[in-house]
């Protein structure tokens, strides 16, 4: 046997194959279009293939059927593409993980920005929508999670489990709510640690099946936007928190063994320069090295599941997304753009500028939440004042250690032109504030002058959103608007189009439109790899 394996080796040849250097078409002539838009329409066919040929009068058009032989005769083709549906794009456990359509999704935005209606839009579309919690009461959150709850039986939704330095018992209530009425998809976002509460509500979602798999109930979607946020959540949960939560009892031991063969995360979004909290970073820059980071993580810990990457922060257009997922990302997430779109939970006023600006009209100012820690966000730079008069309460938060430091003719310029109130009257709606909604904070400004300055600073910051949010109309130059560069490249993309006026922009379109066309485009860029550059209708 051995023997005449040898002689086999030896005697037989690989067989000659011959390299195809040219392939010709051959179909009806009516396949073949040879107008732009017509070669548009086959282009968005992305279903099917394309075929680009010259026809005997040199005339360059587009087919999507018809077949290819290598020989013989037909028209030569000089480029094709092969169908790229949009459902394509991205990572397709993404996509039954959360029982999507797309692997798209839109982002939290705080105060109920992305509001039920936002969230339920674009849940019965087919994405995955995250409601905006940070900034509300649990009472308020609550009423979301009913109603999206009633209105999404079977489609995907995340809430935003914001990280509150400032309001750890924030932090606590909105996990032991999420817990309780079985949210089971939270964007985390803000983190700079883990928090004992993120690690909660992640490990008392892990139970076991019949076979021995772990099963993680409830996912996490973490935003980042450096490699050493990302870290803890591409590594299982650390083991003093474990420890503790198994101390109180909020974890069982079995959950607590299991949590340690998970990741933290089901998915980390790579968070580039966008509206709202942001390091301003460049996707080309950020993505790739946390892709990299995510791979030395996962050889290291071999998890059954490896943790996706996702982008966002300027996205809004096909272009973008489709870089994005060009560089490898598992999925899109939108932000700015949904706030101008008619299910956002902020004013006409808001909506109506937001359709006029470009991406060069916005600008870094204090944030409320991390004031006191110098931490900016993204805001809207055109038609409102916010970003100055946020940066001055900065200015005087810095240089005085009390609100009783600042010269008299300086604190009644502020009193006058910024609180419209005397300082006193402010600290007066800050108590009743806080009353409600975490006590604490006024127990730790008493007798801690540089705590109440803060305090009463985050008094402007704060209503500054409610204002823009409401449409207070004598408020207007105070508006606090967060926004990223990709409203204006939005706004640029659909000159002309349908969803040019404010009013026409839905959620669910603009979505399904980034995608077509992230996919058609796709196709026009394979066929210019091949010398074949046709335009763009
Ligand atoms: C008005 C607004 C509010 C936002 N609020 C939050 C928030 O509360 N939590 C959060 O995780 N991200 C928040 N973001 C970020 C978005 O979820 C999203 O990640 C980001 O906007 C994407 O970048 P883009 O603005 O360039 O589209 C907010 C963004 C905007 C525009």
Not at 8 to 36: C, M, N
Not at 177 to 191: R, T, W
Not at 290 to 310: A, C, H, N, T
């Amino acid at each position: 046997m051995e023997k005449v394996l040898n002689i086999k080796k030896e005697t037989v040849q690989p067989k000659q194959r011959k390299i195809v250097s040219k392939l010709f078409w051959q179909g009806s002539p009516y396949d073949i279009v040879f107008d732009a838009e017509q070669i548009q329409e086959k282009l968005k066919r992305t279903d099917l293939p394309c075929y680009v040929m010259k026809d005997f009068r040199g005339r360059i058009g587009v087919a999507n059927g018809g077949a290819l032989v290598a020989e013989g005769r037909g028209l030569e083709v000089l480029a094709m593409t092969p169908p790229m549906k949009p459902e394509q794009l991205g990572d397709a456990s993404f996509r039954a993980d959360y029982n999507l359509k797309y692997c798209y999704k839109t982002g939290a935005m705080a105060n109920g920005i992305a509001s039920e209606a936002l969230v339920i839009a674009i849940g019965k579309a087919g994405f995955l929508g995250s409601f905006g919690a940070a900034g509300l009461v649990p009472k308020r959150v609550e009423q979301a999670i009913d109603t999206i709850q009633a209105n999404l039986p079977t489609q995907s939704y995340a809430f935003n489990l914001i990280h509150s330095p400032n309001e750890p018992a924030l932090e606590f209530g909105a996990v032991d709510l999420f817990l309780k009425k079985g949210v089971h998809v939270v964007e985390a976002s803000a983190f700079l640690a883990l928090s004992e509460n993120i690690v909660w509500y992640r490990v008392a979602g892990l139970s076991q099946d019949a076979e021995g798999n772990i099963v993680t109930q409830n996912k996490v979607i973490a935003k980042i936007s450096r490699s050493e946020v990302a870290t803890p959540f591409l590594k299982p949960a650390p083991d003093d928190f474990l420890k503790s939560l198994l101390e109180k009892g909020r974890i069982t031991p079995l959950q607590a063994q299991l949590a340690k063969q998970v990741p933290m995360a089901d998915d980390i979004t790579c968070e580039a320069d966008s509206g709202g909290h942001t390091d301003n970073r460049a996707l080309t820059a950020l993505l790739p090295s946390i892709i990299r980071l995510r791979d030395k993580m996962q050889s290291e810990y071999q998890f059954k599941k490896p943790v996706r990457v996702g982008a966002a922060g300027g996205i809004s257009t096909p272009e973008s997304a489709l870089a994005a997922f060009s560089m490898g990302a598992a999925y899109v997430v939108t932000g700015s753009v949904n706030q101008a779109c008619v299910e956002a939970g902020t004013s006409e006023h808001v909506r109506q500028l937001l359709q006029t600006v470009a991406s060069t009209d916005v600008i870094m100012a204090p944030a409320s939440d991390m004031f006191e820690m110098g931490v900016e966000l993204q805001v809207l730079k055109r038609g409102t004042m916010f970003g100055p008069r946020a940066k001055k309460l900065y200015d005087y938060y810095s240089r005085y250690q009390s609100i009783d430091d600042i010269p008299a003719d300086e604190r009644e310029k502020l009193e006058k032109q910024i609180f419209r109130q005397s300082l006193e009257a402010v600290w007066q709606g800050c108590i009743e504030f806080f009353q409600e909604r975490d006590p604490a904070q006024i127990e730790h400004a008493k007798g801690n002058p540089k705590r109440k300055m803060a305090l009463i600073f985050r008094w402007y910051l704060g209503l500054s959103s409610n204002w823009a949010n409401a449409g207070t109309e004598d408020r207007k130059l105070d508006y606090q608007i967060w926004c990223g560069p990709s409203m204006g490249a939005f706004n640029d993309w659909v000159i002309g189009t349908d969803l040019e006026p404010y009013q026409n922009r839905k959620v669910a379109v603009v979505a399904e439109r980034i995608m077509q066309d992230a996919a058609v485009l796709w196709r026009l860029n394979a066929l210019k790899m091949q010398g074949v550059n046709l335009a763009r209708v």
